[in-house]
């Protein structure tokens, strides 16, 4: 379980992210990357199913929740005891496992171009040309802190869907070169999200987190 566990905390923290796709030249397009900007500040809240595949090919599922602005939760599948929660400000790894908690600020990790609605993309993100115009794929990373990593972001063009766009999922490739690619599926927006989704039980000794 730990080999499948690691990529995904790499790539959720600092990791640079690729698309599964020939190699093909970027272009910058602002109205594209207008409209995944536009899209990121409509989606107040989301849900999703997501299947998490790393380099070696194994796969784990789990629920997505989200809640702009910056909260987020991995609730993974029955038997696997980690949990990654975003509360706005850090991104927390609990392993339930070994009773450890990890917590990184959001803006370390590329995570933060999908939750943080301030973001420009059009000062850190590039369109990724992928020969399909029903796919869109952005590009986000901080060029003063490449060790953040990058996120590409996968969007399929929906015109029912918030600013006609549809989150199909990310792809992430660590300094290590670990891939990891996240899927969606069952996405709905706008769904009541209660901020207690974001609150965790501590499993050191001591007890909770705070406000957990």
């Known amino acids: 379980m730990k080999r499948v566990i690691a990529p995904l905390i790499l790539a959720l923290t600092a990791a640079p992210f690729a698309l599964p796709v020939a190699p093909v030249a970027a272009q910058q397009q602002p109205s594209d990357l207008s409209q995944v900007n536009a899209y990121i500040r409509a989606v107040t809240t989301m849900t999703a199913d997501f299947s998490q ?11 997505l929740t989200l809640k702009q602005p910056g909260k987020i939760r991995f ?3 029955k038997g696997v005891p980690l949990l990654i929660v975003g509360d706005g400000k850090a991104l927390t790894m609990i392993d339930y ?13 590329p995570l933060g171009a999908l939750i943080d609605p301030s973001k420009d993309l059009s000062k850190f993100g590039k369109v990724i040309q992928t020969g399909d115009p029903n796919v869109l794929s952005v590009q986000a990373r901080d060029p003063k802190r490449p060790e953040y990593g990058t996120i590409t972001m996968i ?37 009541p999200v209660a901020d207690s989704a974001f609150r965790w039980v501590d499993p050191r000794p001591k007890g909770r987190a705070p406000g957990g």
């Open 75 to 77: 609730q993974y599948q």
């Open 155 to 191: 969007f399929n063009r929906d015109p029912s869907a918030p600013a006609g766009l549809q989150l199909y999922g990310w792809v992430a490739l660590d300094s290590q070169n670990n891939r990891t690619a996240v899927r969606l599926s069952n996405v709905r927006y706008g769904v």
């Open 97 to 109: 496992e070994v009773r450890q908690v990890q917590r990184w600020p959001i803006g370390n990790s």
């Open 53 to 63: 595949t790393d380099r070696n090919g194994q796969t784990l599922t789990g629920q």
